[in-house]
C-alpha cells in the first residue's frame, strides 16, 4: 500500500513536468505566454519593412497633384530700364519784361501758338520812339564827321589826336544809338521761340502797370519733346546715349512713341542718389500732348548679358536658404539654389539649376518632397 506522502510528492513532479513542456513548447513556436509573441530583431525588422511598404503603397495611392511649372532657360538680365517722369518740351522760354509802364496791348491768352517775334503786349513807346530817332541822328552826324576828318588826314590837314577823338565819338554815338533801340524794343514784348503759350501771368491786361522782371509768359515748343527719368545705380550702367527708348503716353491712345537717350547725367542727385537721363522723342500726337504729362519710358539695355533665371513665384526661403521644388519623373524635389540679382518678376540662378528643368509655381505651401504632380508648364523664364 503506497504511503500517502510520496503520493503527494509524485503528483507535484508531474505538474512541474507538465508546465515545463508547455513552455518549451511556446518558445519553441516563437510565441509567448498569453498568446503574444517574443520581441526579436527579426521581428521589429519585419515590423518597419512593412511600415515602409505601406507608406509606399500610400503614397502610390495618392493622386498626383495638379501644378503650374515653368521651364528653366536664359535671358538677357534686363530686359529694359524703365521709368516715368513729366513731359516738357527740348525747347521752353520764360518771357520776361524787361521795360515797365502801362499795357497798350496784350496780344496772346493760353494756350494759343505764336512765332518766334511775335508781339505779345506792348507799352507805350513814344518817348523811347524820339530818343531813338534823335540817337540814330547824333550817331550818322558822329559818322559824318569821322569820314571827313579821315580824309583831312589822309591829306595831311589833321593830326592823329584829331582822328582818334573823332573815332571814338563815332563809337560812343554809334553805342547810345544801340542802346536807344534796345529800349525802344523793350517796350514790346516778343515771342523768343515758336511753340504754344502754357503759362500766363495773371495781371497781364491791357490798362494794367506791368514792373521789368515780371514773368509775363511761358512758351513750350511741343514739336520735339523730353523727359527727364530717374535711374537708380543698379541700372545705371545699363543706359548709354543713343540708346532706343519707347514712350508710352495716354494722349497717345496706346501708340509707342520711339525716341532715344539724350544725355546721361555723370552724378548722382545728392537727395535721392539717382541719375538723371534725359530721353527726346519727336511728337507724333499733335497739340494733344501738353508739357507736365506724364510719360512711362522704356529704355533698350546697352548690356546684353545672358543669364539663367528663375521665377520669383517659385522661390521659397527654408532656415535661411533659397529653395525650389524641382519636378522629377512627375513627382517633386526640394532642391537649394544661390540666387544673384533680383529684377522684377525673376532672379538670376548662380546654382543649383540648369537650363530646361521645371520648377514648380503654385501650390508652393501644399508640396513636400517627393509628392506626386501633375505639371502644366506654362512658360520659360526667360520669357516672363
Not at 513552455?23 to 505566454?33: E, K, L, Q, T
Not at 577823338?165 to 523793350?186: C, I, L, N
Not at 515748343?221 to 523730353?226: A, F, H, K, N, Y
Not at 540679382?341 to 518632397?369: F, T
Amino acid at each position: 500500500m503506497p504511503i500517502p506522502g510520496r503520493r503527494k510528492q509524485r503528483r507535484k513532479a508531474v505538474l512541474v513536468l507538465v508546465s515545463v513542456a508547455a513552455v518549451m513548447a511556446v518558445a519553441a513556436c516563437g510565441g509567448r505566454p498569453g498568446g503574444g509573441r517574443a520581441p526579436s530583431a527579426d521581428y521589429d525588422d519585419a515590423r518597419t519593412a512593412a511600415t515602409g511598404e505601406e507608406a509606399m503603397a500610400a503614397r502610390q495611392d495618392r493622386s498626383p497633384r495638379p501644378i503650374e511649372a515653368v521651364e528653366i532657360s536664359s535671358a538677357g538680365f534686363i530686359d529694359y530700364v524703365g521709368g516715368s517722369g513729366r513731359v516738357a518740351g527740348t525747347r521752353e522760354a520764360t518771357v520776361v519784361s524787361e521795360s515797365q509802364g502801362v499795357l497798350q496791348r496784350v496780344d496772346f491768352d493760353l494756350g494759343q501758338s505764336v512765332s518766334r517775334g511775335d508781339v505779345l503786349a506792348a507799352f507805350d513807346d513814344r518817348v523811347e520812339r524820339l530818343a531813338t530817332e534823335q540817337a540814330r541822328a547824333a550817331s550818322e552826324s558822329a559818322r559824318a564827321e569821322l569820314d571827313a576828318l579821315q580824309r583831312r588826314f589822309d591829306a595831311g590837314a589833321a593830326s592823329r589826336t584829331e582822328l582818334s577823338r573823332a573815332r571814338a565819338a563815332a563809337a560812343g554815338a554809334d553805342a547810345e544809338y544801340q542802346r536807344a533801340v534796345k529800349r525802344f524794343e523793350d517796350r514790346r514784348i516778343t515771342a523768343p521761340i515758336s511753340g504754344r503759350v502754357a503759362r500766363k501771368h495773371s495781371g497781364v491786361s491791357e490798362g494794367s502797370f506791368l514792373a521789368a522782371g515780371v514773368n509775363v509768359a511761358h512758351v513750350v515748343d511741343t514739336s520735339r519733346l523730353q523727359v527727364v527719368l530717374a535711374v537708380g545705380e543698379r541700372e545705371i550702367h545699363y543706359v548709354e546715349p543713343g540708346a532706343r527708348a519707347e514712350i508710352l503716353m495716354e494722349v497717345c491712345a496706346g501708340r509707342p512713341q520711339l525716341g532715344s537717350v539724350q544725355s546721361v547725367a555723370a552724378g548722382s542727385d545728392p537727395q535721392t542718389g539717382s541719375f538723371a537721363v534725359i530721353v527726346s522723342w519727336e511728337n507724333r500726337c499733335g497739340d494733344r500732348v501738353r508739357s507736365g504729362m506724364s510719360a512711362t519710358v522704356r529704355i533698350e539695355p546697352a548690356v546684353a548679358q545672358q543669364v539663367l533665371m528663375v521665377p520669383a513665384a517659385a522661390l521659397l526661403r527654408r532656415q535661411g536658404k533659397s529653395v525650389v521644388f524641382v519636378i522629377e519623373d512627375n513627382t517633386v524635389r526640394r532642391r537649394e539654389v544661390a540666387v544673384g540679382q533680383r529684377v522684377g518678376n525673376r532672379a538670376e540662378v548662380l546654382g543649383g539649376l540648369g537650363e530646361g528643368e521645371l520648377v514648380a509655381v503654385s501650390a508652393l505651401s501644399l508640396l513636400n518632397d517627393g509628392d506626386p504632380v501633375a505639371v502644366t508648364v506654362t512658360g520659360r523664364s526667360g520669357e516672363l
